[in-house]
């Protein structure tokens, strides 16, 4: 069964910096694209980042260009998100997802439950 | 505002047939670009329904279809059930932002 599971999240003070983890289990995480997804509660789906199998292509939107950085670790299963700079406008659902893409399809076919980044003072 | 486009709801009696529509441009749709559907229950994470315009993967039934004309998309649910009342988004790639794209969502009651 294919599981993904988001870390990391919390309440965080502005300029601050919060780093996500997502633990992939149950297929061959080296094979697929990654993609970090956020939602601001009782608001739809934003796109955050996407990054390829082998890290070569490395996608922002351009909301967190700059401030954020998609990253991952073949080896231990791992997808990262690390945020720098944070703003009020950052707190969202964070979600990780596994991407498909087939020629010019891109979608995502399996999410995490998400992790809560909160930022206030 | 949205790259893609979705009106914010729609509604139909249980047994009816229902479509949420999801319009973009030649930059993503329009430049044949696959358009995917995701379905997010209360409280959950998304759900993919339709991959590629008109796919499904296995195990979402046969009641969701979708369809693709120019730069729209298009979702129908077709003998319409109380659990199916959710939020259904569209998504596709965009070359012109050169990522992921989605639209702003549709709540569906089920009256």
């Known amino acids: 069964e294919v599981q993904l599971v988001e870390s990391g999240g919390g309440f965080v003070q502005p300029g601050r910096s919060l780093r996500l983890s997502c633990a992939a289990s149950g297929f061959t995480f080296d094979e697929y694209d990654m993609y970090w997804v956020r939602q601001v509660p009782g608001k739809g789906l934003e796109w955050v980042s996407s990054?390829?199998?082998?890290?070569?292509?490395?996608d922002y939107a351009d909301s967190v260009k700059g401030r954020f950085t998609i990253s991952r670790d073949n080896a231990k299963n791992s997808l990262y998100l690390q945020m720098n700079s944070l703003r009020a406008e950052d707190t969202a659902l964070y979600f990780c997802?596994?991407?498909?893409?087939?020629?010019?399809?891109?979608?995502?076919?399996?999410w995490g439950k998400g992790t809560t980044v909160t930022v206030s003072s | 505002q949205s790259v893609l486009t979705q009106p914010p709801s729609v509604s139909g009696a249980p047994g009816q047939r229902v479509t949420i529509s999801c319009t973009g441009s030649?930059?993503?749709?329009?430049?044949?670009?696959?358009a995917h559907w995701y379905q997010q229950l209360p409280g959950t994470a998304p759900k993919l329904l339709i991959y590629?315009?008109?796919s499904r993967p296995s195990g979402v039934p046969d009641r969701f279809s979708g369809s693709k004309s120019g730069t729209s998309v298009s979702l129908a649910i077709t003998g319409l059930q109380a659990e199916d009342e959710a939020d259904y988004y569209c998504?596709?790639?965009?070359?012109?932002?050169?990522?992921?794209?989605f639209g702003g969502g549709t709540k569906l009651t089920v009256l």
């Open positions: 030649r930059s993503n749709i329009g430049a044949g670009y696959g």
């Open positions: 590629g315009d008109t």
């Open positions: 997802a596994r991407g498909a893409t087939f020629s010019l399809d891109y979608y995502m076919d399996a």
């Open positions: 990054l390829s199998w082998n890290s070569v292509k490395k």
């Open positions: 998504q596709s790639y965009d070359s012109s932002l050169s990522g992921v794209v």
